[in-house]
Nanobody, 120 residues
Framework: QVQLVESGGGLVQAGGSLRLSCAASGRIFAVNGMGWYRQAPGKQRELVATITGASSTNYADSVKGRFTISRDNAKNTVYLQMNSLKPEDTAVYYC??????????????WGLGTQVTVSS
């Protein structure tokens, strides 16, 4: 079994900052790409940022220059530092991970999500 657990969401005023964390645990042999996605009410889930095993990063245009994704490979954890938050950043944020289990399977796992609310 593999679990991804997000933390760090909450309510913040526009212009503020939050740092999300997502830790992967369980029968993990290796973690490859990790990422953050978000889903606002009535909208489809969208990519926010991804980071490869070699720490190459990719960002949605809407968050470039404001959000930073990073990872700690020793802890199988991915972070999302969110600065200059805007009301349109309000959403449930989900992390995912492409990993190899100890059984040898390559699979993608998702966390349950953490709510981020930005007030104007």
């Amino acid at each position: 079994q593999v679990q991804l657990v997000e933390s760090g969401g909450g309510l913040v005023q526009a212009g503020g900052s939050l740092r999300l964390s997502c830790a992967a645990s369980g029968r993990i042999f290796a973690v490859n790409g990790m990422g953050w996605y978000r889903q606002a009410p009535g909208k489809q889930r969208e990519l926010v940022a991804t980071i490869t095993g070699a720490s190459s990063t990719n960002y949605a245009d809407s968050v470039k220059g404001r959000f930073t994704i990073s990872r700690d490979n020793a802890k199988n954890t991915v972070y999302l530092q969110m600065n200059s938050l805007k009301p349109e950043d309000t959403a449930v944020y989900y992390c995912n991970a492409d990993l190899q289990t100890t059984a040898g399977y390559f699979e993608t796992y998702w966390g349950l999500g953490t709510q981020v609310t930005v007030s104007s």
